[in-house]
């Protein structure tokens, strides 16, 4: 019985990525379903949404200010190089997501 349930332990450790990976393709599938016909009650945001978020934004360069200090704090307590080199990459990341935020 022992050696039954270790057999069936390794087999649901091994499928569970792909239970996984199912779950979410079937919500991905079913949600379209869900969002047709509504009406966009947010349609007149977008502007507000571009001045808050957009690149120009005062709340993007405090946190592009914030985004340099967790690197710097980072950089003093490793003194590793690859911290340093991870900070481009971030404010790169940082600028394409919310210029994908605010529609720009």
Known sequence: MNKYLKTVGRM???????VYLGTVISL????????DGGTNYLKGATDS??????NNSDFMKIIYIAEVCAIGIAWLKTKSPYVLLGLPVLLLV????????SGT
Do not use: D, E
């Open 12 to 18: 649901l450790v091994k499928s569970l990525p792909f």
């Open 28 to 35: 991905l599938m079913c949600g379209h379903a869900f969002a």
């Open 49 to 54: 949404v571009t001045q808050t978020f957009g």
């Open 94 to 101: 940082t600028h394409v997501f919310f210029g994908l935020a």
